[in-house]
């Protein structure tokens, strides 16, 4: 018995012994987790919670890391310049049937916030960081600062007043934090893109390019202060009345100070980059003079890395990840059996998205001079009419098109980037397939895979000014301005006085300039152009049509497309409260925020 | 005997606190467990309490009816046999086949993905298991599943309780001499329902219909009358997709061998048995292609030892092999092609090359993705060892015994395929997709994941009787240790549960019970990791009260009730909310610079806000029982049941966007839950002839209280107030009609929608909020939510001489299903590219001049080829009631007479036929063709089989 007793005792006592560890509910060893003492205990791990910052703050309006909330197309897809792609895509239905709705934007409003909190998290806790310097320390704040007023600024564009927000919240604060003033927006983005500038540097070490520099800060002040004194915010009444909050979508006023702060603003990013290596490409003319290597100066300017004009891009390697961006850009069908890289066969959503003939009208040819393309309802003219019209063009529309039938102007000689290779066919019987379809951010690309959004072009800046001071009456200022942007793009001088004309002038450079830039879609709705309802934003699209000879089908085949009619395609919805962007009805039901009218 | 009373009450009581080791008493103890075993026990935790002593509601079947149902899948013959356990047939491809259940309906929000169901948690022989453990038992190994659904049942299970338990105990041996027994069964097996799409005609026709309307409708057919000759009369290419890739049906054999046996000191029980099932693709078995199959091997042998009078020993070993092949091609993806494919893209083979069809647009060609591309297979083993020891502790006083039980189990899985691929053409050229024709190649068997499971539990207990009073009492400590693969945060997961009962019961009359569980678990802060679960309930044995002990009529009748709390550690937050009350950052996208060559800065990121006060959700549980037997044949139960569930982890919708984060979480949520479980039997003999009918419903409703949603306009918009996965959206009205648009395509008045521009023939929808758009604003419930409200069976057997025949139905009420989103390829006809099935045939059309004209009677909205918004979108439309009654099972048998038996040396010999799932009565699959179970991809199973089992 005793023996048994023993016997037993050593199994409970065993039993014990495997259970009684204390630590039996702590948390299990892990890895690769990371606590905020842990983030800021080292330089390494806040360096990488920097770069998230910058990738969330830069992504505004671009499909990257949830930038928008429209997803599969592009703001080229309703904004005039392009037919919507895919029809199931979310930007059809927002453009072609029913307009933005609050359920329904091209910006995602939470992720403003989430991305300044995550920029005043750094700010906050980057002093903790103990093997990190003074000086980058200082940096990095001023580079928060200036995150948080680019996407102020973003929100500015697209929202009007919007809350301020100067702190990470904790969940014990008071989050009933009303939509400011448009006023009080501006002067917020002021306030934070001066204190960028004073504490960035002036330029990175070489691998560090692509954060902000001073230059960027002074950038996001000017294209700020551009947006406050065009008319649809500088003026006495608002698009449509939002009754007691006229203030968060409209001055009250119109003032003129707006376009002299604006021509401050704007020469001083000039200043800046001409001190800093930074200016518009033009390797050819002089003042007045056509540049005769347009294609190559423009092409470059938009899409080679790292050129001397663009002051802050987007940058991505698409082979090292599979990001949804380049899907929406890339415009080659060219895959690994058929001569260009794998990453190229995402190229589909691209398939429906080419130019509308009101678009390609906006183009200059070669000589300056506007191009004769048929009206809907012309008798067909047969394809070697639309072949040699297209190669009229200007160069500015060669670097960023391709016309059926005819290789990629943007990669000569490269058998990648010929017709037979990237096209996706013509239009016959539906559409989508344009009058002709994007290569832009390709030039002389190749295979690359690094691409680069440009955030800050130094031509937006030339435009502004040539806005700006024809809206002052100094034309002269305005056509010089002016000029240096259209003689880069090979064009002869534009000489108009008459400021309704010019204004037109500098607006039409703005369309061709940043064709694909994402900005025609707020750039018309802050003009209040006339005719956004008439086949700009609403209204009635072109697009050509082609006709096969008979009996043949092959696209690529040149001699088999007989001809073409210019016809009419889409006609999207336009209304005026689509003026701003809606704030989500999820947000509006929490019952804080004032939407914008009409939504 | 007062005093030995207080004695023993005093002893329960020290039991419970765990220090009770030297306390001497004199009664004699309990029967020995051998012999309580063959009493009628209610299965459950820690005690052995015989049913009639049962303060708990609990649904039990044996191993033996469940074999009933021929399927691989132990959780495929669950239908109908558990009052409160709704079963939901899933895909029927051998070794995906899990059926979906559940208990007691939905009682958290925290398992809305799943359509409320496999909230449950599962324990085999008293440990804790998985569905990977418990899907591939077979049913010759099992003694009793049941289901744990009450406080009273669930008291010892603390954070693991509040959805419900399967308790499963597997077969133990019976003293006796030796037997052996042998089963074995084969079948076929075909799809309960397949929706085909029209065919090349039919979706030619209908195509044209769609790009008119497209069109501005105006007659612009893409197909020429002469195309549509050509469908009609065989020279068009018309390919019936599931035709060659499916055949008629596919085969099942299992079969099994048991022994069983042994004396007072050893008893052993071991099975051993194989199973076998193939897919319905039309495939062969070669070293290049291969059906989807499965093989199972699972050996069980569960010994029980006695030694020197003290110690009772137990070694269960549970070991299983399960191989899986298939096609090198997801199935998923297979079944979608082959609703998605239209008939007439291209003949199987390019008439030019003989090569497999292939375009960019339709690059898969079906037949040659079962062909062409190799095979997968998976390799997957599953061992669970318990080893327990009890200790008879009756020299140190009589009744009192310690027991150790130590469970290993472990789970992995190893993949090896041979894979292939095949050039695509279409008209003698490459077709698009660039594949080339790859020989076959294998690879090396690579890992496909592992689990591990320890357990421990140590248990006090003591169990006597006092003339009419009788305690059973037991006190346990259990520890949980499991590892998979998984997240850094998500690969361990320890819980330590202190748990105990005592069940008090007076004169067989009255019986009262305690449980309590003290439960830890592993993911909650430091100094909130612990907490207490305790029930209470009783039950009253009227039909052993004097007045009713010699009733003729009512020979049982007792009330039960019981009360208690359980909890949950499971959510939808990520890791379900473990270790959140820590803040961290996770990986999170790159961010590129460089100037002359471009770096990728990773990035980190703030992930869920952190919570410091995260802990499980609880349940407080009530039940009400009774059960009562008539005459000895007729039996009725009924149970009533209440469950309140707080603080169930959930978003914080409520908090504003400027926050500038909405993965806030916190333990907001409230839900009720309450139902009711009825059933009924009869049984009889007549001379030779034997017969029972019987039938159950349990019914389950719950409401969200409160789920800090995000507010909402109108009140009719609210989910709060509503059942869990209702469903929502508009309420149709109609379709438009020519005389509601002007002649420039406008509407004439009324609401418009805001999802696009509508044409004659799209679906019209009520303004509820009267503002004269329609939009988000007017979506409201519609239909009921996914999981049934109610689940009701019902079934008969009778037997006549040798002949047994028996048959079991099983249905669901109150029940919806948005099938646009369940089935979309079935439903939306040629969007996105995509076929036409015969639910499209009556759409909205209006073509004069074609003879086309089915304004009156459409059935569904006109037809596009473009993505609609405005019909493609939830609504009562589409939202369809998914009520069914199904035959589950039905069985004819014959068992020889034992003289004839006797004469073959055997002691039992009996053949029979079954059908598994033949018949099927749904307005869904009447109407839309849509099996209300499962409603996409491979389908549901039923199986013509026969059957042997000998004894030997």
Redesign the interface.
Known sequence: ?KK?IYF?SA??GA??L??CQKE?????????????E??FASSV?A??????A???SLCQGLFD?GGTNIGNGTLSGISGEAMPGE??ADI??AY???GL???RSTDN??NN??A???NY?ISENIDKVPDMDGATKGYVKAEMAGLTAYRYMGMFIRYGGV?I?NK??I?SDD???PRATLQATLDNIIQLSDAAYAGLPDS?P??????LTKGAALAIKARALQYAARPLFNSATPYLSLGANNNMICFGNVSQQRWTDAVTANEAVIAWGKSHATDIINTGGGANTPNPNALDDYGTATSI??NKEVLLAY???NN??NVKMFKFYIPVRG????GGTDINNERYLTDNAGMITNFLRIYYKADGTDQNWPKVGDAARPYTDYNTRMQQMEPRFKADNYAHGIDAWNNPGNSVWSYDNINSGVNISGSGKGDAQSTKFYYKAGTRS?FEWPLFRMSEFYLNLAEAYNELGNTAKALQNLNIVHNRAGLPSITESDQSALRLLIQREWSIEFYKENRRYFDVKHWKRSDIASGVIGGQYEEFRFTFAPGKSNPAITADILSYTNNNTLSP?WNAKMYLEPI????I?????VQNPGY | MTNQYIKSTVLSACLLLGTAMNIAAQNKSLRDSAARDTARIEPGRLLNIKKINSTAAVSSVSGEALYQTPTMNLTNTLYGRLNGLSVNLGSGEPGYDNAALGIRGVGSLSSTSAGGYNTYKVFVDGFETNLNYLAYLSAAEIESISILKDAAALATFGMRGANGVIYVLTKRGKVGKPTISFQARTGIQKAININKPLDAFGYASLYNQAISNDKGRVWSPLYSPAQLQGYRNGTGTNVDWFDKVLKNHAPYTDGDLSFTGGDDNARYNIVMDYANQQALYNVKQTDATSNSTVKRYNLRSNLDFKM?D?FEAKVDLGARIEDRKAPNYSGANLWQNLSRYPSNIYPVRDGATGNYSGTSLFPDNPVASINSLGWFSSHRRILQGNFT?K?RLD?LTPGLY?S?AYSFNSYSQSNYSKTADYARFFNGQPGGP?N?LTPLRATGMIPGGQEDWKQ?M?TIGYERSFGKHQILSALN?H?S?FKSDGG??A??Y???NISGRANYSYDNRYVAELGFSYF???GYA?GN?WGFYPAISASWIVSNEEFLKDSKSISLLKLRASAGKTGSMDSETQNSGR?LY???????????????S?????????NI?ANPDIFAEQSLKYNFGAEVTFFKKLSLSADVFLDKRSGILTRD??????????N?FANLGKVTNKGFELSANFSDKKGDFGYGIWGQVAYNKNRIDYFAE????YEYNQQTGRSIAQNYGLVSKGFYQLEDFNANGTLKGGPV?????VQPGDLKYQDLNGDNII???DITSVGKSLFPEMTYSFGANFSYKGFDLSALFQGIGSSSVNILSAAPNQIQAF??NGNVFPVAQNAWAYYPDQGIDTRATANYPRLTT??N?NNYRASDFWVKSRDFLRLRNVELGYTFSPAFVKKLSLSNLRFYVNAVNPLTWSRLEKDYGLDPETLSAYPGIKSFNTGLSVTF
């Open positions: 018995m048994i037993i199994i409970i039993t014990g495997y259970s039996f509910l702590e948390k299990p060893e892990t890895t690769g987790n990371t606590t905020i842990t983030v791990e360096t990488k919670a920097l770069a998230n910058y990738r969330t890391n029809s199931w059809y239905a072609s049937l029913a709705t609050s359920e409003f939470a916030f989430v300044i909190r995550r998290i809350p927000v990470t919240f969940s989050l009933a934090i990175w070489d691998k560090s390019v692509g954060r890395p790292n940058k991505l390697d090292a990840n895959s690994s059996g058929r690094w919805y989500p009805l999820s947000e039901n929490k019952r804080i925020l | 020197f003290i020891l200790e020299e310690l150790q660039t080339v421990l140590g400590y520890q240790d850094a945060d690969y361990i320890r819980y330590q830890g678990a592993d430091p990791r270790f820590q803040q961290y950052y996770n990986n999170s996208g790159t961010f590129y610079t460089g100037n002359s471009i770096t990728g800065n990773s990035g980190l990121n703030q806000l919708n409520t908090i504003t966007g400027i926050y500038g984060t909405i806030s995000i507010p909402q306009p929608p805001a999802f696009g521009l939009d988000e604003k969007v996105g473009a993505a918004n």
